[in-house]
Structures are given as C-alpha cells and as structure tokens.
C-alpha cells in the first residue's frame, strides 16, 4: 500500500507558507494588468471562436441541377403595347422559341409604370389570319376617312364605330383594303347610316394621323378597333375602353362581324354600347390596350449555354414602323436560378458579407431613350453568368446563387428595333466552404493565454523585485 508521503511527494504545487511570503506594490499592479490582459485575450479567442471563416476556391462547374436554368424577370416598356409584345428565347444549339407565353404574364401600364388593369391576354389573337381573294380592281370606297378633327364627332354619332387604323405602305393594310371596302359598302347598303343610323365603318390613316394613331395606342397595321357609344371613356392618361378585332379579314368574316355588334342593339336598346355577348364576338373580339406600355413577368428555363433573351413586337398579321418603335425600358427584376428568400440571404452574411451583392444586378435600373439617340435603336444587355456554392463544413451545400455581370449597349439597327439580354454561363464556379473550428482548440489556446500570461508576468515580477532589491542594496552601500 502506497503511503500520503510518497504520494505528496510528487505534488507539482507545492505550498509555500503564508508567512514565508511577502506581498508588493509592484507584484500586486503586475496582477492587475496580468488578470485585465488574460480577460482581453480570452474575449479576443472567444470571438475568434465564434465568427465563422471560409475559404474560396475556383472549380470547373459540377452544377447537379441539370441542364437547363431558371432566368426570372420582370421588365416595364413604357411605349410598347401588350398587344404585340412578344418574348423570344434562342441559342447557340439552335433552340429558337417564339412569343412564348406559357409561363410569361403581361400587364398594360401608364407613363408611370403603374399597371392600369389585370393581365393582358392577347391568346391565339395574333396568328396568320385570312385575307380572301378580293381584288382591288374597280375598288369602290365604302368607309368613311376620319380624321381629328371629325373623329370624336362621328364616334359619338354612332353607337358602334368600326374603325380601320392604317398606313399607305403597309403590306398587310393593302390585302385589308379591298375587303375592308367591299364590307363597308355592303353594311352601308344593310344599315343605312342615314336611317339606320347604329354602325359606321370608318378608316384613319396614321401617316396623315399621327397624334390621333398615338392617342389610340397603335403600335400595329393594320388595327381594326370596335368603338361603342358611350364606353370610349377617357381620363387624364389618356385611357381609352374599347375593342380590338382578331379575326379573319375577308369580307365575309367582317360583315358577320359587324352584323353580331349591331343586331343585339334591337333587342336591348339601353344597352347597346356596352357589350357583345355573342359567340362570334368572343372569338374575335378583345379589349383593346388601355395604354401604350407593357409590363411582362415570368420566368423561363434556358439552356447553359450562350443565348438570347429578346423582348420586340411580333405578329404574323401587322406590319411596324420601326422608326416610331421605342424599347426603352425598366428592368424591375432580373436574376437566375432558384429564387432565394431575403431571410436566407441574411443569415448568409455572417459567412460571406460580399454573398449576394451581384444577384441582381440589373434590378431598378432604367435604360430610357429620349429620342436624342434617334430611331431605329435596340438596346442590348451582356450578362456574364458564374455560379457561386456554399458549403457546410460537412460538405453540405447550404445555398446555390448565380451572380452575374452586365454591359448595356445600344445599337442602330434596320430591322425591327428589339430589347435583348445576351446571356453567357461560365465554365467555372466560384466555391465558398465554411472552415470550423474544434472546441479542443479553442481550450488550448485559452489555457496557452492563462499559462503564458501568468508566466510571463511572473517573469517580470521577479525582474521588478531583483532591480529593485539591487537598487537597495547600492542605495545602502552609499550611506556606509
């Protein structure tokens, strides 16, 4: 049996008597500013404990979500109307969709970007559609022309107004015309407009009429729109409540068109002006835009690889005048990938404040053209795409973000002027990863700073008391 005295003979501590001691002013401030410097460097590893480090590193991209990505936008044309806004996405390996709508919403707005109304549905309304055969030989004019100074007066004259808004050089206003007039002379001939007095067929030139063509909001040629008495209102936007025509333009189909607005104004006289409930109408018929701006939303899965994002008007039925064309616009959000929630973005600055700075780079600017760079201008977007992954120090990915760069241009152009965001994905990828730091470690270290500050004014202690007991001594031998 292992006796106490062997035992304390391997005491590391070993006690010194009280009264073998001597306290000091000196070792005492020593301790003072030995337990204040232990407090400071604890606190110090403490936080260095606490705050999360990461590394960064380039890789060639390992993306695991496929082949495709997910471009989200939400962009404001104040001069381009829905009716004609079309969304076209094409690439590098051929991909070339038009007008797509499946997962795009639009929405008129004003000149202050604000929506005036719900979605704007154009539908199938905009596809070739038929011209007949007519021949303008011997052509005989039936519709009446209007202009502004005779337009208001004829459009509250009658309590439906079918109008033909055109111009001279325009391809498809020339294979109208000749039904166009044929029609209005055998609806003359069916409702006189003297007895009669309920329909009138009338046609505006927008060459001659610029400023009457701009207040109605025509974009197209040729726009056949349905004015009916008493609902064409108008505000102090200029806000206008009527129809537009998407039928087939052969006399038949416009005749039948306007004999199905016209007969129901017999049986309901009161309400004549305000709508058309008739199958043929619903088919055809759609509320005109309210403005002349567009708002379009939405999102669409592209490809990885070089392509192109184009907003422009398309239709297979009108013809544009590139030079009266205006795409400037506002882009209101822009961004790729997964949409990532504000509080996950948050939680993500204690590990990487600079994460998230080029998510959407593009958002609320505006690229506006007043004129002063001419017509005929498309403007265009480079957006250069690198994939940013965080990961766990587990080796967990925690968020995965696509930032991006861009480069605003703009162009003249001879063909239809359009709004395009070239997009590019890079073949590498930025990878954050979050470093931990073991509690194992951070003990060390506080037992390292304990240790080492104790020793090392235990050292300046003795240094303190040997000078100054020197000193004493030196002192003493003077006075002998």
């Known amino acids: 049996m292992i006796s106490p005295r062997k035992i304390k003979s391997v005491d590391f501590y070993r006690k010194i008597p009280r009264d073998l001691t001597e306290a000091s002013l000196s070792g005492a401030g020593l301790s003072i500013v030995a337990a204040l410097s232990m407090l400071l460097l604890f606190g110090m590893e403490l936080s260095s404990y606490l705050t999360v480090s990461t590394t960064t590193s380039i890789i060639i991209d390992r993306s695991s979500d496929g082949d495709f990505l997910r471009m989200d936008f939400n962009i404001s044309f104040p001069s381009l109307s829905c009716e004609f806004a079309s969304v076209d996405v094409s690439d590098v390996l051929g991909t070339n969709r038009l007008n797509v709508t499946k997962t795009i919403r639009k929405f008129s707005i004003d000149s202050n970007l604000r929506p005036t109304g719900s979605e704007f549905h154009s539908g199938e309304f905009l596809s070739r559609v038929n011209h007949g055969d007519e021949s303008a030989e011997e052509l005989v004019e039936g519709s009446v022309s209007l202009g502004a100074r005779n337009f208001d007066t004829f459009l509250h004259q009658y309590p439906i107004s079918v109008v033909n808004f055109y111009a001279p050089w325009c391809y498809w206003c020339n294979l109208l015309k000749p039904s166009w007039e044929k029609a209005a002379n055998q609806i003359k001939e069916r409702y006189d407009p003297e007895m009669d007095g309920r329909v009138i067929l009338a046609k505006v030139d927008c060459t001659q009429e610029a400023d009457l063509c701009r207040r109605n909001h025509i974009q197209g040629y040729p726009s056949i729109r349905i004015f009916r008495k008493g609902s064409d209102l108008r505000d102090d936007n200029a806000h206008h409540d009527h129809e537009s025509y998407y039928g087939d333009r052969d006399t038949e189909s416009l005749v039948k068109m306007v004999i199905g607005l016209v007969e129901p104004i017999h049986v309901e006289p009161h309400k ?16 005109a835009p309210s403005t ?37 616009h506002v882009v209101n959000h822009l961004s790729f990938g997964k949409r990532i929630l504000p509080e996950a973005f948050s939680n993500l600055k204690r590990l990487a404040p600079y994460l998230g700075g080029s998510h959407n780079r593009l958002d609320d600017r505006s690229f506006i053209n007043q004129h002063d760079l001419g017509p005929n201008v498309t403007i265009e977007h480079y957006l250069q795409i690198v994939k940013t992954e965080v990961l766990k120090s587990n080796g967990h990915a925690m968020i995965e973000e696509y930032e991006y760069t861009a480069h605003s241009s703009v162009a003249h152009t001879y063909y239809l002027p359009v709004a395009k965001f070239h997009f590019e994905l890079s073949a590498m990828q930025v990878l954050i990863t979050e470093n931990s730091k073991s509690f194992s470690h951070f003990i060390t270290n506080v037992c390292a700073i304990i240790g080492g500050v104790f020793t090392v004014a235990g050292i300046l202690d003795s240094i303190l008391h040997q000078t100054m007991t020197l000193m004493k001594k030196i002192e003493l031998g003077k006075n002998f």
């Open 272 to 287: 004549l002006a305000l709508e058309d409930k008739s199958d043929n109408a619903s088919k055809t018929l759609k509320k």
């Open 292 to 328: 002349g701006g567009c708002q379009i939303e939405g999102y669409m899965r592209v490809k990885k690889v070089p392509g192109n994002l184009m907003v422009s008007a398309r239709s297979e039925s009108h013809s544009f005048d590139t030079s009266q064309m205006n795409m400037s």
